[in-house]
């Protein structure tokens, strides 16, 4: 089984929708929890940490729900320019800083 | 401004070949780490090291040699071991986890 695991997509949604996406982990013991964001062939760049209170950053909105390992990533009002692959990433439990990638879910915003 | 640099940005090895991939920090960051990620595909990690002289084997890391005498220095060789290497090469640094990771721009290597 997959660390961390999400929805494939693609995701096609016209501009102004709103639209989720959802990650599951499966280390009871991970300790953080991020959401990144990778443009095509450039590096991954950090979007928003995830709190356990849920967190909010503009049109974006994160939640943890850590009794189920799932992770959702929230897109208001989605802009062409939030096309790209969101990355679901875990830090696991132990001292050490490793972390686990989702393979990504691909947004592509229409016109 | 700190950050992570990588070098070459695109990098041609021929077969049987080894080459050296550079990943150079100034963020003072004790962890760093080496990915490999493939079209269409996640990130696998290759290598990672917490602290100077000293690395750890990752997920796929056959094929692939790293050091890491410096601090801010930990580069990848691909040696000729290597059956597949052609991807995309990604070094990270990270301070202490809690802010997750900074990611260099990458090397594209392809295998001519």
């Known amino acids: 089984r997959k660390e961390v695991e999400q929805d494939p997509g693609p995701f096609n949604v016209p501009e102004g929708a709103t639209v989720a996406f959802n990650c599951t982990y499966s280390?009871?013991?991970?300790?953080?929890f991020f959401w990144y964001r990778q443009d095509c062939r450039k590096e991954p760049k950090l979007l928003m940490s995830v709190y356990s209170s849920g967190n909010e950053d503009g049109r974006f909105t994160a939640q943890l729900n850590r009794a189920s390992q799932y992770i959702s990533l929230l897109i208001r009002d989605s802009k062409l320019s939030d096309s790209a692959t969101y990355l679901c990433v875990v830090k696991g439990g132990g001292n050490f800083n490793k972390f686990y990638f989702g393979s990504g879910t691909k947004l592509n915003v229409k016109p | 401004d700190g950050g992570i640099t990588q070098s070459p940005k695109y990098l041609f090895r021929k077969e049987g070949q080894n080459v050296t991939l550079s990943c150079e920090q100034n963020l003072n960051h004790d962890a760093m780490y080496w990915y490999r990620q493939d079209p269409g595909q996640g990130l696998r990690l290759i290598y990672y090291s917490q602290i100077v002289n000293d690395f750890q084997k990752g997920d796929i890391a056959e094929g692939y040699s790293v050091s890491r005498e410096k601090k801010e220095s930990f580069p990848l060789t691909v040696t000729s071991a290597q059956k597949n290497p052609t991807a995309f090469y990604l070094c990270?640094?990270?301070?202490?986890?809690?802010?997750?990771?900074?990611f260099g721009s990458g090397t594209r290597l392809t295998v001519v």
């Open positions: 990270a640094s990270t301070r202490d986890g809690i802010y997750g990771y900074t």
């Open positions: 280390n009871s013991a991970s300790q953080s």
